[in-house]
């Protein structure tokens, strides 16, 4: 299973939820699948999904799902231990860890060789971290919704990319029918 | 009213409830007062551009948010602020130590304040130099200014203005 297989897996249960998505194509195909006005999505500024999501948790009470990928957080490891320093129960991060950069051509990322995610996420502080397959990912993410406790999932699954638009969407409009969900 | 009190309350009464910030010793005293006030949350992050996605995600949240950092770290929140705080139009209040001022002990710290205000500039972000511990007066009207103009506002704050709060 590549990326967008996953995030297929996720739409029959996150249509409805609150869900912030990595630049590139974790956005577009987020787009493509199921674009919904609670998504929000990340039109540039990589390396900052997990902690837009983590604000916008500790802002308010609903379930947010982070769905970021391993070389944008490679750019900001330091959203670990702030995550594990200021835990949100209503926050779930998904890592989606195909080892490579897909959104630019599949080159290959540290946590494709020796860095291990899962590893970094415990050692910074994160109680909860679950590594689990690209086939188990979906069953994890709805344990995750159902539970009281913030999650970070690590997903390993390969590289690999589908075709997809660009995003058209104004920004603005975006962001403002993203808040307007939020505030329901 | 001390600098710090009146900057803290300058900030509750403009509806902030999220701060992030990276420490610098011109704006312990704040820091701590922040700290010592339950309506905020108060979340310290390790970089600022880290602290900028924070800002934008407590901003959707429905909080009003803001960031307390050094003018050291301009250069690595320009991509954060040029496109997600000002391409999605949110507020960001910006109180800034502008180390490198007349008072500095640190020669280094001048290499970064020759660009400060340049760098600001050539993003666009409306800028407000603190010199006089007067200056915080003008705070008020600043935040305000800054969530009626969905923009990214910068407060920098230098030693003498600090000194003032002595």
Known sequence: MIRSDVIKTLVPFISDKLVVTNIGLPSQEMHLIDDQPSNFYMLGTMGLASSIGLGLALAQDKKVLVIDGDGSVLMNFGTFPTIANNPAKNYILLIIDNGSYGSTGDQITYSGKKTNMTEVARACGCENVIECSAEETADVVKAAFESDEMTIIISKCESGNIKVPVIEHDPVMIKERFMKEVAK | ?166
């Not at chain 2, 990214?152 to 600090?162: C, E, Q, R």
């Open chain 2, 1 to 166: 009213m001390s600098i710090n009190d009146q900057i803290v309350a300058d900030f509750v009464k403009n509806k902030i409830e999220f701060i992030t910030s990276v420490p610098c010793k011109q704006l312990a005293g704040v820091l701590n007062q922040i700290d010592a006030t339950d309506s905020f949350t108060h979340v310290p992050c390790n970089r600022e551009d880290e602290g900028i996605g924070l800002c934008a995600g407590a901003t959707m949240g429905g909080k009003r948010s803001a960031i307390i950092m050094q003018n050291t770290a301009i250069g690595v929140t320009i991509n954060a602020l040029v496109t997600l705080t000002q391409f999605y139009r949110m507020p960001l209040p910006m109180l800034i130590s502008y180390r490198g001022e007349v008072g500095e002990p640190v020669a280094c710290q001048v290499e970064m304040a020759v660009h400060t205000k340049d760098l600001l500039n050539q993003l666009r972000i409306p800028t407000y130099h603190f010199h006089h511990k007067d200056d915080v007066n003008e705070l008020d009207g600043i935040l305000n200014h800054c969530f009626m103009s969905r923009k990214p506002v910068a407060i920098l704050t230098d030693a003498t203005f600090w000194k003032g709060a002595e």
